[in-house]
């Protein structure tokens, strides 16, 4: 089973800045790389896929990078929606499998 | 609009069973792979299981292989998951996703299953 690790736990950010997620591969899953972002008592949301193609009506802000066993999620300009929990997933092999989430909180 | 209608959740006592449904529309069901991630109270994400679009092929996680099934009625436009031996560590929100098999592109809002004595 392929082992998503997502750093930091938590990220405290002020609004408008710049926040930076990354998520790690136990083994290398090329770009096959999702990234979700769940608001408390919402589904998930599907953000990212493709390590690096935003999804249908996501901003701009949201983006992401990498491949292999190394992805980023950057959000260029933080807005007070955009508090949440963002969690990657890989869909290279069976399972899938996700990062644990980080924590994106008001600072 | 994809729209996914979860239903089926409720309280169990352990070892017993439950069957989920997930009524899609605004998309053509028979065409996509669907499957079901669960999330339990304050935990992460896990996926559960996916069924193809056809529903010839199915893949499950280890922690529920053999005693979940999941399945798909294409004329209907819903998907279930037949839980059986239900343990208390399957407490969770269970979600339907629209997926590929790949990524999970379009997410139920969930139905909360408890397993308890």
């Known amino acids: 089973e392929i082992v998503m690790t997502q750093s930091p736990a938590t990220l405290s950010v002020s609004p408008g800045e710049r926040a930076t997620l990354s998520c790690r591969a136990s083994?290398?899953?090329?770009?096959?790389l999702a990234w979700y972002q769940q608001k408390p008592g919402q589904a998930p949301r599907l953000l990212i896929y493709g390590a690096s193609t935003g999804a249908t009506g996501i901003p701009a802000r949201f983006s992401g990078s990498g491949s292999g066993t190394e992805f980023t999620l950057t959000i260029s300009s933080l807005q007070s929606e955009d508090f949440a929990v963002y969690y990657c997933?890989?869909?290279?092999?069976?399972?899938?499998?996700f990062g644990q989430g980080t924590k994106v909180e008001i600072k | 609009e994809v729209q996914l209608l979860e239903s089926g959740g409720g309280s169990v006592q352990p070892g017993g069973s439950q069957r989920l449904s997930c009524a899609a529309s605004g998309f053509t069901f028979s065409s996509y792979g669907m499957s079901w991630v669960r999330q339990a109270p304050g935990k992460g994400l896990e996926w559960v299981s996916t069924i193809t679009s056809s529903g010839s092929s199915t893949y499950y996680a280890d922690s529920v292989k053999g005693r979940f099934t999941i399945s798909r009625d294409n004329s209907q436009n819903t998907l279930y998951l037949h839980m059986n031996s239900l343990r208390a560590e399957d407490t969770a929100v269970y979600y339907c996703?629209?997926?590929?098999?790949?990524?999970?592109?379009?997410w139920g809002q969930g139905t909360l299953v408890t397993v308890s004595s």
């Open positions: 996703a629209k997926s590929g098999p790949l990524y999970f592109e379009y």
């Open positions: 997933q890989q869909y290279n092999n069976w399972p899938r499998t």
């Open positions: 083994e290398s899953v090329t770009s096959e």
